[in-house]
């Protein structure tokens, strides 16, 4: 009785995480399937129910090299996507890193006012904003340029949010000592506040990479040229018509995001750790 | 005094390239949109341009489906995700490999799984195939009620993993103590959770829901990628209709569809934010 419950358990375990990871593990499958298998499988007049083949009948690289040395318009749409998400997380995480510091330590009047609108503003939803960003953009003849994109992304309330949960928690007596030798009030920000919260750094710019890399509603808005759309919107276009390089192309578009969270998934969950500590 | 007017000084220069850039893209843009929504072609009509939109039977549909979304998407992904951190929590140690797996999904970019989700979901794909070999019956989930079943179980099987992270670091701070002396006092495990842990991770709860609340509007993203600009009647949600609407750049039908939408987020904010107080006062 007592090796059946831990057993038991830990098939639970498997199946969850199984659920979890089997869609990523079949995308990177099929992306080594010879092209005529994933146009089988993908074939979807046929009348039969379709089988889940992890296995490819050959294992081959023919999709790989189709999207780097045969279409270059995947390329040129990934590095769309990169011109836009790069600039975007480093004007977030800089401007956010600034204003939380401000906002969990520094005292001034109408504080809790502001951080009450930012809230606000970081729970309306991206099509709330979408009209009013618009206005601002036609106005300032942006629209049909990438900063259009990245400008307003920036200003994305969600870091300060999840910046000040991290800063709030530092000790006021380590803020208070540098102050008595003379620091000032940037040093303190880059000397003390920087280092600690370095777990919510990676998350927010995990978090906010992801965010703006499956960037869909702006572009389509925004974009007149389709030249410009990141691979985002063009891997839902071409799903119906180049069986060929669809998962190879889906798996080029996953591997920037998995880097990071491999180089960051053990800071993740520390900001918010600390957040419950009150 | 002469501190605390520096400090002031110094808090503004730190919030001030934020405030600009909310100022200018955020806040004035809102006001003058919801200007916008009082005129029609220039003329001042009051409310409407609201009342216009509330008879579009359109605009109905899609608040009807957000709100059925909203209604049945949140709340399964709270108790789902709440259970399976229970679950993890309740392992002595476990490898950082589950851990991360769960936050897979949250990392695979959406436009990434299309074609695994139309393998799975297609009306002979691998789920049908499945319903059929148990002897049920297939079910058309590109085309009827079930197509919102299935975004409702992409936007929990996405966005779980990140929940249940969030709660087992919640869990992680309850104070071991309390649940000593609870079992002494011979409670069991059901009145452990029910009685301490729910009340006692509540800010943990309310910063999964508000995530939740902002995720849920990117399940647009989903059925974008899955269906296009005009999906079934089903899933036409208040995202398409907006969106749809730009492409006749209709201002002030879309500057009154953002405002509704924004009014019942933040009924939905408040409810909550009554609830949890409540909830909060009992215990």
Request: charged share 20%; no cysteine.
């Given at each position: 009785m007592k090796i059946i419950k831990p057993v038991i358990k830990y098939i639970l375990l498997f199946l969850i995480v199984a659920v979890f990871i089997f869609p990523v593990v079949y995308m990177i499958a099929c992306s080594f399937m010879p092209q005529n298998q994933v146009s089988e499988m993908l074939n979807f007049t046929a009348d039969k129910y379709r089988e889940i083949n992890l296995i490819p009948k050959k294992v081959t690289f023919e999709q790989y090299y189709q999207v780097f040395f045969r279409r270059p318009e995947y390329l040129l749409k990934f590095w769309n996507s990169v011109i836009m998400t790069v600039p975007t997380v480093i004007g977030q995480v800089t401007i956010s890193s600034l204003a939380a510091f401000a906002f969990a330590k520094l005292k001034f009047p109408g504080r809790d006012k502001l951080f009450f609108v930012y809230i606000i503003l970081l729970v309306l939803p991206l099509q709330v904003t979408l009209v009013p960003n618009y206005i601002v953009l036609d106005s300032l003849n942006l629209?049909?340029?990438f900063l259009a994109i990245i400008l307003p992304g920036t200003f994305s309330a969600f870091g300060i949010c999840l910046l000040r949960q991290s800063i709030i928690y530092i000790s006021d007596a380590s803020i208070e000592a540098a102050r008595i030798d003379g620091a000032g009030y940037f040093k303190i920000f880059t000397k003390i506040i920087l280092p600690q919260i370095k777990s919510g750094l990676i998350t927010l710019t995990l978090l906010c990479f992801i965010d703006n890399w499956n960037v869909i509603e702006q572009p389509l808005i925004y974009?007149?040229?389709?030249?410009?759309?990141?691979l985002s919107i063009a891997l839902s276009d071409i799903s119906s018509t180049d069986f060929g390089i669809i998962f190879a192309c889906g798996v080029m578009f996953m591997i920037p995001p998995l880097l990071i969270f491999t180089y960051g998934h053990k800071d993740i969950d520390l900001p918010f750790v600390n957040a419950d500590k009150s | 005094m002469k501190r605390k007017r520096k400090e002031y000084i110094v808090a503004l220069l730190f919030i001030l390239p934020s405030l600009l850039g909310i100022m200018f893209f955020y806040i004035v843009p809102y006001i003058i949109s919801f200007i916008k929504s009082l005129y029609a072609s220039n003329t001042f009509v009051g409310f409407n341009n609201y009342i216009d939109l509330l008879n579009n039977d359109i605009f109905l549909l899609a608040l009807k489906n957000t709100a059925v979304f909203t209604i049945i998407a949140i709340p399964l992904l709270m108790v789902v995700s709440f259970l399976i951190a229970l679950f993890l929590n309740s392992f002595n140690s476990i490898s950082s490999f589950f851990r991360s797996s769960l936050l897979i999904p949250v990392v695979v970019?959406?436009?990434?799984l299309i074609c695994v989700w139309q393998l799975l979901f297609d009306d002979y794909g691998a789920v049908n195939g499945l319903l059929n070999s148990l002897g049920l019956n297939a079910v058309e989930f590109f085309n009827s009620e079930y197509s919102m079943v299935m975004i409702v179980l992409i936007y929990v099987w996405k966005y779980c993993g990140f929940c249940v992270v969030l709660f087992t670091a919640g869990l992680a701070n309850v104070p071991q103590s309390l649940y000593e002396s609870a079992k002494l006092d011979g409670a069991n495990s059901f009145k452990l959770i029910t009685q301490i842990t729910i009340p006692m991770i509540t800010p943990t709860t309310f910063f999964v829901f508000l995530m939740e609340i902002i995720y849920s509007f990117k399940v647009f993203r989903e059925v974008f990628a899955l269906f296009g600009d005009y999906p079934n009647k089903n899933v036409y949600f208040l995202q398409n209709f907006i969106n749809n609407n730009y492409y006749n750049l209709n201002y002030p039908r879309l500057s009154s569809a953002s405002v509704i939408l924004s009014v019942f987020i933040i009924l939905l904010l408040l409810a909550f934010f009554i609830f949890e107080r409540k909830h909060s006062v009992t215990d």
């Open positions: 629209l049909n340029s974009f007149d040229d389709r030249g410009m759309y990141p | 970019p959406v436009a990434s």
